[in-house]
């Protein structure tokens, strides 16, 4: 049986996942020192236990070290296997290096983790110019897919829904949606001048269709995208729209910012502990923990 140790603030979530999966789970205790060291506890009755740790790494340049810490502490304490289930993987969308001299982030991030995990399962990773985790990870590697799950949701609240993808990267998600909920769906074309400049377009010779708009995107961070889209919507005399968001990031203001340009309602994914969390990703990440942690078990 596998043992989830959750960091702070995923204890929701990590109670979700072990009633999923009929396992235990236990807090990580994190203490910061003034001069910003941390101090990692872990329960200390680890040995022969196969553990997950559950992390979203929203901020995983200050999480990346308290990682580290808590697998080799695992390990020392007598952890069988230690894999990590992290919602939400930042650092997936730098996977090139489009200016000279930049870092290509996802697979030096991807060997970082390798040298502390046996495996990784996350939720839809910021993946464009690769088709799946294993070409980042050396290790085990788990995408699970939160499609069903908001197609669900907006088969249930938003009948009429009509689904809007704000740019071409967000259409593996809204073309999924859109098939298993059976409701049409349109692609917007964007052009980025920078990391809060956005300028956002309808495509030509699209009639407007009756429903409401229900705006997706995988992540959302300073909200200008979505935004952009909400006040070209609300011009053109549709109905306030609704957001759906797999990651919230929020950066700044960004959850009020899309509330003032006209959004009726924001809904997100708990694979970043939010308000406006309605849709619960603990079904397939407990799937995903089970299935990573036998294989670890099986390969011993």
């Known amino acids: 049986m596998t043992l989830i140790l959750a960091f ?20 990580i205790d994190l203490h910061r020192f003034p001069d910003g060291e941390s101090l990692v506890t872990l329960p200390d009755q680890l040995a022969g236990q196969d553990v997950a740790i559950l992390a979203t790494l929203r901020d995983p340049d200050r999480l990346a070290l308290q990682l580290l810490f808590a697998a080799s502490t695992a390990r020392d304490l007598g952890a069988r296997s230690v894999g990590l289930a992290a919602p939400y993987m930042g650092y997936m ?34 993946l464009h110019r690769h088709a799946s985790l294993d070409q980042l990870f050396a290790i085990p590697a788990l995408r699970i897919e939160a499609a069903p799950l908001i197609a669900e949701w907006i088969g249930q609240n938003v009948p009429d829904a009509v689904l809007i993808g704000p740019d071409s990267e967000s259409r593996q998600w809204v073309e999924r ?25 309808r495509p030509d010779g699209h009639d407007r269709p009756f429903g409401t708009p229900v705006v997706v995107d995988d992540i959302v961070s300073t909200g ?13 005399g549709w109905k306030s729209p609704v957001c759906v968001i797999t990651h919230a990031v929020f950066a700044d203001q960004a959850q ?16 970043i502990p939010h308000e ?20 670890a078990r099986s390969r011993r």
């Open 224 to 236: 200008h995208t979505m935004m952009d889209v909400i006040r070209q919507l609300l011009a053109a």
């Open 93 to 126: 969308r730098q996977d090139s290096r489009f200016e000279a001299g930049q870092a290509v982030s996802a697979p030096i991030f991807a060997r970082f983790l390798e040298q502390s995990f046996d495996w990784v399962v996350t939720a839809d990773p910021h």
């Open 256 to 271: 009020e910012d899309l509330l003032a340009s006209g959004a009726a309602r924001i809904v997100s994914t708990d694979s």
């Open 8 to 27: 702070p603030g995923m204890e929701g979530l990590a109670g979700g996942i072990a009633n999923e999966a009929g396992c235990d789970w236990h807090p």
């Open 177 to 201: 949606i859109a098939s298993l909920s059976s409701r049409p769906f349109e692609i917007w074309e964007k052009r980025r001048t920078g990391d809060r400049q956005v300028a956002v377009s």
């Open 276 to 295: 406006t969390n309605a849709i619960s990703l603990c079904a397939p990440l407990a799937r995903g923990i089970v299935q990573l942690a036998d294989g």
